[in-house]
């Protein structure tokens, strides 16, 4: 799944399905499958160039109001983060069958976050 907008102002940005074959994104939010446990390996931000501080990114359903942090898979924290940004799990957070796939900053700068690619694969639950 991958998002490519900024998220609003501690608000949720939902991720969509990516084919690489086609260079596609759905128009719709990537739900995970029945059945199904979707679990991330890797992912990649694009910071905004001007952004300064701590700036925390959740992992969460995709499912809740904007501005409600809620329960979360996981949480990474970055201190003045620029431009790209890679990040490898050893051990993914592992979205749920149903659920939407989204992050959350905590940060009340809209344009923090202007990119997140996720990558993983599914398993039976």
Sequence with gaps: PNGDASIPANGVLVL??????????ASTPYVVPGGQNLVITDVDFNFFSGISGDIGVLFQNGNITPGQFGQYYERLDFNNPFGFQH????SGPVWVSGATVGVVTTTSNQNALTSVVMRGYLTAN
């Design 16 to 25: 969509a399905q990516f084919n690489p074959a086609t260079s596609t994104t």
């Design 87 to 90: 990040y490898h799990f050893e």
